[in-house]
């Protein structure tokens, strides 16, 4: 899913990717630099999925 906030000047792109080849692309289309940054939900995510895989098993008292 691609969303373009004019205002803001980003564009936002959601879904799997080849990175490398996006920054290229969106690069000339624009013809400005582009600038990749992950969103803060999915840190948050990947996070929250180790912190559980990390919990329970065999603890002792």
Known sequence: ??????KKETV????TMD????IDKLGKK????????????????KKKKKN???EGGNKKE
């Open 19 to 22: 990175v490398k080849v996006l």
């Open 30 to 45: 624009f013809k400005k630099e582009v600038e990749v940054v992950q969103l803060k939900k999915v840190e948050d995510k």
């Open 12 to 15: 936002t792109v959601e879904g």
């Open 1 to 6: 899913m691609v969303t373009i906030d004019k």
């Open 52 to 54: 559980q895989e990390g």
